[in-house]
């Protein structure tokens, strides 16, 4: 017969005290774990709209004032010369290579351990826009070179039919096809000339799903472009590429371009959903402290309830410790029954407000997240039992008798 | 092993309630041999449990000394009294004291749980214990399953799972009906003949008659011996 078991017996047959002594414990774990795994699921959109757009530039025409990724300057008639890619590479690859080695990055030779050659290079893809009428509506008309544009992409995927692959072939955003009725096969007339719709890009949250995509060189032959683009996207392939020096070195030496990074934007929605994120954690920790006086209250009553139990155990031969070990055994089995509940509770709770808050997030449970909330409720039975247990055990064995 | 069990030698025992002191023994003395059966009567407040107490070491007496199978316990420390509880007294109560959440079986290994016996060793000794006291096939049931007389059996195994030198009956049959009284009465006599050494408060007269030895106390004082 060990201690433990006398414990946790115990807790089993008071049933209902011990789901109430257990409840401030349960609401408390609930709201950690609902705020856990909701801040999880914003913390991974997050990172995914770093991973996204974070670690790359966008290069419009300087004289064009719109750089928002909704406006691209169309109808502007504000173009960057695409023989200025070069240049900005040249600038770009200076400015990262600058940049790193200030964080103090060690860059040798090419081909040497550390060498040049760790910093891949970038995804340079540049874009056309034009307004057209297709098929009686008003569509965008993006060109785009194919290779580049499906690394930066890569999120991009065929929902209906199959990548164009020749240079009279289109593929139509997601919205698009289904407002306009498009399906893969079908011939359309951009700016009086033919083309074949080959594939439907599935949905992509973005302006993307509402534009028709073609070859660059077609699109600037169609809408009589020559050496025009309205914008280039540069996405950096390294996770700690220096982008903001880039921005900078290629705004101050590049003339006609301006060269924005989404980097800093999601990096600020980052901190403030942080900030939040600790306000909530005070509120778990204030509601823990709360629960943590409750079953301390709880406990004390408890043991002065049940002096006759703590006088027989005496009589019967329990030492000091051993009490002890008794009621702090059942603090943990409260907390553990406190922290099962909470976690249950705090999973269905993330899984009712997490789409609600976050309709883009995928709200997902971890295994370390129920851990720690376990772990945190234990910790707060443990802590409120640990006075009423010493009690318990001071308790002396004649005070004890003669209340048998 | 000591033929003179427990020895107590002028024990007072004073109580201040309030302001007033109250005598509960007033040099009382009292010799307890191995193997004896002895009966402490007298009425309610004359200071039998107290009697009892400071024969388990559970009360200091307030002057005097108290001497329980050669150790001299009155001013032991609580860890030292514990020790001696374990080792060398048991308790039966008035009423079955039986954890509620523990089988019978559990409740007669607990005394020896707290002192450290090997669990299956103790499982045996437990289970003997039952059967000795004719409840070999009760043993998984919990107390709200066994009858009062059922569960003061338990209490009796119990008692003597750690196998203890001197068991204290306080009023063991106090709540029990006729039938069921002669019963435990029996067994205790019955252990008593095997060699057990057992000190019953009591106030049944008829269960006193059938004790080795009475005594009776009354205002704190020993009447008889």
Redesign the interface.
């Known amino acids: 017969?060990?201690?433990y078991?006398?414990a946790l017996?115990?807790v089993?047959?008071r049933r209902i005290r011990t789901l109430y002594t257990a409840s401030g414990i349960t609401v408390a774990v609930a709201l950690l774990v609902a705020t856990l795994t909701v801040g999880g699921a914003a913390h991974h959109d997050l990172q995914q709209t770093i991973a996204r757009y974070g670690h790359s530039l966008t290069i419009f025409p300087a004289t064009t004032h719109e750089t928002s990724l909704q406006g691209f300057g169309i109808g502007s008639g504000h173009y960057i010369p695409q023989d200025l890619i070069p240049e900005i590479k040249r600038v770009y690859d200076a400015a990262i290579r600058a940049g790193w080695q200030q964080k103090g990055g060690l860059l040798l030779a090419e081909g040497a351990p550390g060498g040049l050659d760790i910093i891949e290079d970038p995804i340079i893809a540049p874009r056309l826009y034009e307004p057209a009428q297709v098929l009686d509506r008003d569509v965008i008309v993006a060109g785009v070179e194919a290779s580049e544009e499906y690394k930066a992409r890569f999120w991009w995927e065929i929902d209906d039919g199959a990548l164009p692959a020749a240079a009279d072939e289109f593929m139509a955003g997601k919205v698009l096809a289904d407002v306009a009725r498009l399906r893969p096969g079908q011939r359309l007339v951009i700016n009086g000339h033919e083309v074949k719709l080959t594939g439907i890009l599935r949905e992509t949250d973005s302006p993307d799903d509402y534009m028709l995509f073609g070859a660059l060189p077609t699109v600037q032959r169609i809408f009589d472009r020559p050496n025009k683009i309205s914008l280039i996207n540069i996405r950096a392939m390294c996770n700690y590429c220096p982008v903001g020096e880039a921005e900078l070195w290629l705004n101050q030496q590049v003339v006609g371009v301006r060269a924005t990074s989404q980097r800093e934007i999601a990096q600020a929605q980052h901190r403030i959903f942080a900030n939040v994120a600790s306000v909530i954690g005070g509120f778990v920790a204030v509601s823990l402290a709360i629960a943590c006086m409750a079953v301390f209250n709880m406990m004390m009553g408890t043991i002065h309830g049940r002096i006759?139990?703590v006088g027989?155990?005496k009589?019967?031969?329990?030492?000091r410790w051993?009490l002890l070990r008794l009621f702090m055994y059942e603090g943990i089995g409260i907390g553990l029954v406190g922290g099962a509940l909470g976690a249950g509770l705090g999973i269905v709770i993330a899984q009712l407000i997490g789409p609600w808050l976050l309709p883009t997030a995928i709200i997902q449970v971890r295994l370390s997240h129920v851990g720690l909330a376990l772990a945190a409720a234990v910790l707060t039975s443990v802590l409120a039992t640990l006075y009423p247990a010493i009690h318990a055990g001071r308790i002396k064995?004649?005070q004890a008798?003669r209340a048998? | 092993m000591h033929d003179r069990m427990a020895i107590l030698e002028d024990i007072t025992k004073l109580y201040r309630i309030g302001g007033t002191e109250v005598c509960a023994l007033d040099a009382v003395n009292l010799e307890v041999r191995q193997g004896d059966y002895i009966a402490l009567i007298g009425p309610s407040g004359s200071g039998k449990s107290t009697l009892l107490?400071i024969l388990g070491g559970?009360?200091s007496p307030t002057t005097g000394r108290v001497t329980v199978d050669g150790e001299r316990i009155e001013r032991m420390s609580?860890?030292q009294?514990?020790d001696v509880?374990?080792r060398k007294v048991a308790?039966i109560?008035q009423e079955a004291?039986l954890?509620?959440?523990?089988t019978a079986l559990?409740n007669v290994?607990?005394?020896?749980?707290?002192?450290g016996a090997r669990?299956a060793e103790?499982r045996r000794r437990a289970q003997e214990l039952l059967h000795r006291v004719g409840l070999g096939a009760r043993m998984n049931h919990l107390m709200h399953q066994l009858s009062g007389g059922e569960a003061q059996r338990v209490c009796i195994a119990?008692a003597l799972v750690?196998r203890p030198r001197l068991v204290l009956a306080d009023e063991p049959t106090g709540s029990l009906d006729h039938a069921t009284r002669l019963q435990i009465v029996e067994l205790l006599e019955a252990l008593n003949r095997e060699g057990q050494t057992v000190v019953m408060v009591t106030h049944d007269p008829e269960l006193a008659a059938r004790a080795r030895r009475t005594v009776e106390i009354r205002n704190g004082r020993l009447e008889a011996a």
């Open positions: 017969m060990k201690i078991r006398v017996r115990e089993a047959r006759r139990e027989l155990l009589v019967l031969g329990a030492s051993q064995p004649a008798f048998l | 107490n559970v009360e609580e860890r009294l514990l509880r374990r308790y109560f004291r954890l509620p959440s523990l559990e290994m607990l005394p020896g749980a707290f002192s669990q103790l119990r750690n």
